[in-house]
């Protein structure tokens, strides 16, 4: 069955240091890998997708993603937190071998970035 | 550019009166277009999804329905609100296009508090 796991309830870090947020997914075809990141009261915005090819993603905001197919992984990384990157992020997989347009989603990690 | 809005942004409803929430889309043609629901500001459930005119796919059963009247618009309604009705609803749309990635676009969203 398609599931999508954010292990992380909530991640904590100091600003300045890198961030990670782990995504791990499982899918009977190949997948499309989605980053989305929801700030309070706010729709959903798009941060990166990885569809083929590189399997580093870089994307808004200076977010970048590593796709990892042994390991079924699409974590989310910044070199650097700021403080303005406090937010709900989801992540989301489309198995390509189903044949309707649904994603999968995460249940969401919040991320506190500590000044 | 693509844009989608949401309205209301807020909505207080009180226990068994009707919703109707709206949702429209410009910039494009044919989108997939999607409602979720967002309980405790966490993970999304997907109501409904609709990949043309007349034509609605329903997740989850339910007091609500939904309807695409119109190629970029697509409503949310209920004749009798429940109070577990109350979340965070948000409209999204996607590219109906041969081998697209199926990323989704949302809308601001919208409050909804049932009393």
């Known amino acids: 069955a398609q599931s999508v796991a954010q292990p992380e309830d909530q991640v904590n870090v100091a600003e300045g240091n890198p961030l990670t947020v782990k995504c791990t997914y499982s899918?009977?075809?190949?997948?499309?890998l989605f980053w989305y990141v929801q700030y309070p009261n706010r729709g959903l915005q798009f941060l990166l997708k990885?569809?083929?090819?590189d399997n580093l993603v870089k994307g808004s905001y200076g977010f970048e993603a590593e796709f990892n197919k042994s390991q079924t992984s699409f974590h989310l990384k910044k070199p650097s937190a700021l403080v303005s990157d406090s937010a709900l992020y989801f992540c989301?997989?489309?198995?390509?071998?189903?044949?309707?347009?649904?994603?999968?989603w995460g249940a969401g990690t919040k991320l506190i970035i500590k000044p | 550019s693509q844009t989608i809005h949401q309205w209301p942004a807020t909505l207080v409803q009180p226990v068994g009166s009707p919703l109707s929430l709206e949702c429209t889309v410009e910039?494009?043609?044919?989108?997939?277009l999607y409602w979720y629901r967002q309980a405790a500001g966490r993970g999304l459930q997907l109501l409904f999804y609709?990949?043309?005119?007349?034509?609605i796919s329903s997740e989850v059963p339910q007091n609500l329905s939904a309807s695409r009247p119109q190629d970029r618009q697509f409503i949310l309604s209920s004749k009798k609100l429940l109070l577990s009705d109350s979340g965070f609803y948000l409209c999204?749309?996607?590219?109906?296009?041969?081998?697209?990635?199926?990323?989704?676009?949302f809308g601001p969203g919208t409050r909804l508090t049932v009393l």
């Open positions: 989301a997989v489309r198995d390509t071998w189903d044949s309707n347009y649904q994603l999968i």
């Open positions: 609709s990949v043309g005119i007349g034509q």
């Open positions: 899918v009977s075809g190949n997948p499309y």
């Open positions: 999204a749309w996607s590219p109906l296009l041969a081998g697209s990635t199926d990323t989704q676009y």
């Open positions: 910039g494009t043609s044919n989108p997939n």
């Open positions: 990885y569809i083929t090819g």
